[in-house]
T-cell receptor, first 116, second 110 residues
Framework: EAGVAQSPRYKIIEKRQSVAFWCNPI?????LYWYQQILGQGPKLLIQFQNNGVVDDSQLPKDRFSAERLKGVDSTLKIQPAKLEDSAVYLC??????????????FGPGTRLTVL | TQLLEQSPQFLSIQEGENLTVYCNSSSVFSSLQWYRQEPGEGPVLLVTVVTGGEVKKLKRLTFQFGDARKDSSLHITAAQTGDTGLYLCAGEDTGNQFYFGTGTSLTVIP
């Protein structure tokens, strides 16, 4: 069974530029998550989708971050414009159901973003 | 502010030693999970605990959920170099907020 795919794996941009990350979840998984993980810290949930609807985006900085999950499968996360403090690993995860605390989340390898 | 505080933050031990990692909060959790993350990869789920006082064993790893469901511990017996990684607790509190802990970086020296 294929895992969660993310691209690109690495991205270096200058501040004020835009960047987009792509995620393809495990086939059949209804729920998709985007996390931000700063070096040495635990991941922070940015947004959670169930199918193509947003369940939780309370910690998404909506002035610069946006995400969509068209057709309830693939998802993209965009940052525009980027700031230095956005340097982090962006992780995508998927799960079968909505129960994030009790359900198993499967993570992709992440995209490491460096903002100069 | 929601917080799952893990201790210690860093741990370096010799192969064969035992260790315990703690995950504490002032919030009550309906469930709590432990993940391990290796460099360049995403976290991988190790266990989920849902009942206060619950103890689960996974080979050399023992997980305990506190009676009040506010804390958890992970104990590793006879650590191996393959146990090296970042250990993360995560949970959904009774307010339906889900978040990860601050992380414990474990290095097992051969």
């Amino acid at each position: 069974e294929a895992g969660v795919a993310q691209s690109p794996r690495y991205k270096i941009i200058e501040k004020r530029q835009s960047v987009a990350f792509w995620c393809n979840p495990i086939s059949g998984h209804a729920t998709l998550y985007w996390y931000q993980q700063i070096l040495g810290q635990g991941p922070k949930l940015l947004i959670q989708f169930q199918n193509n609807g947003v369940v939780d985006d309370s910690q998404l900085p909506k002035d610069r971050f946006s995400a969509e999950r068209l057709k309830g499968v693939d998802s993209t996360l965009k940052i525009q414009p980027a700031k230095l403090e956005d340097s982090a690993v962006y992780l995508c995860a998927s799960s079968l159901s909505l129960g994030r605390g009790a359900d198993t989340q499967y993570f992709g390898p992440g995209t490491r973003l460096t903002v100069l | 502010t929601q917080l799952l505080e893990q201790s210690p933050q860093f741990l370096s031990i010799q192969e064969g030693e035992n260790l315990t990692v703690y995950c504490n909060s002032s919030s009550v959790f309906s469930s709590l999970q432990w993940y391990r993350q290796e460099p360049g990869e995403g976290p991988v789920l190790l266990v989920t605990v849902v009942t206060g006082g619950e103890v689960k064993k996974l080979k050399r790893l023992t997980f305990q959920f506190g009676d009040a469901r506010k804390d958890s511990s992970l104990h590793i017996t006879a650590a191996q170099t393959g146990d090296t990684g970042l250990y993360l607790c995560a949970g959904e509190d009774t307010g339906n907020q889900f978040y990860f802990g601050t992380g414990t970086s474990l290095t097992v020296i051969p």
